[in-house]
């Protein structure tokens, strides 16, 4: 006999937005609050790409790469990124591996490779999902999908903050001009470019705090499930 109940799936809150715009922050932040499971799909891309290199593949052989995410020996404990059972959450903040992770994520292979252990972190109570493509291609039927956007000045001058807060020498006029690389390369892709879920919400964040930032994506949260409940296909699709 057919259940008449509704289908009430795990709520996602998809969170994108350009580099240095905060995402990972106030996505680690409210799923905090909320008790929610947290999804940082940029530390898969960098472990697959940390992966590619101790397992020597080459970052254009994209029918290996997609072979090697998918026997990948990967787990999340804690906070920790763990490789073959070694945990290597350090190593994959190195920027030579952020920019072999951005140059494997090009190949839709290894996106696809990617998708099914994206979406196992779909767990209750609920899943804030940090990256690309998630409120587009991962979890289209997120509760609320949230387009973090900032001045390209403002993001700017959080990294200098940010990298002269651990010692590290930083000039502006470099990390401007890098970023606004970084966007045009993001951007202009064929894979998974840099853009918002037609149904995501912008929230600018160049006059924002974190605080304020985290406060008004939980508020969102809050006022989604008060709204009736949205169709569903069965298969996570909204109807
Ligand atoms: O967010 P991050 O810097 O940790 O991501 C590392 C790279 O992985 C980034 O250059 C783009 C890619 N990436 C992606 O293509 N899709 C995602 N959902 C997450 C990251």
Redesign the pocket.
């Known amino acids: 006999m057919k259940s008449s109940r509704p289908f009430y799936p795990t709520p996602v809150i998809a969170i994108?937005g350009p580099?240095a715009s905060g995402?990972?922050t106030v996505a680690t932040l409210v799923a905090a609050h909320l008790g929610f499971h947290l999804l940082?799909?940029?530390?898969?891309?960098?472990l697959a790409?940390l992966a590619s290199v101790r397992y020597a593949i080459e970052p254009d052989d994209a029918d290996g790469l997609a072979k090697l995410v998918d026997d990948l020996h990967i787990t999340f404990r804690e906070g920790l990124a763990q490789l073959d059972g070694e945990d290597v959450s350090s190593e994959?903040?190195q920027e030579a591996?952020?920019?072999r992770?951005?140059?494997?994520?090009?190949h839709p292979q290894v996106?696809t490779a990617?998708v099914a252990r994206?979406r196992a972190f779909r767990k209750l109570p609920g899943l804030v999902a940090?990256?690309?493509?998630?409120g587009t291609v991962?979890f289209p039927d997120a509760v609320l999908k949230v387009f973090l956007t900032a001045s390209v000045e403002a993001r700017a001058a959080r990294r200098h903050k940010q990298l002269i807060q651990k010692g590290f020498s930083a000039n502006m006029d470099d990390l401007l001009r890098d970023l606004r690389e970084?966007d045009a390369r993001?951007s202009g892709r064929a894979?998974?470019p840099l853009k918002p879920a037609e149904d995501a919400m912008l929230l600018d964040t160049s006059a924002l705090s974190i605080d304020q930032a985290v406060d008004q994506v939980v508020q969102w949260y809050r006022e989604s499930q008060a709204k009736p409940l949205r169709h569903h296909d069965g298969q996570g699709k909204p109807v």
């Open positions: 994108d580099t995402k990972g940082d799909s940029g530390a898969l891309y960098r790409a994959i903040r591996v952020g920019n992770a951005s140059v494997i994520a090009a996106r990617l994206q940090d990256g690309r493509d998630m991962i970084r993001d894979a998974a």
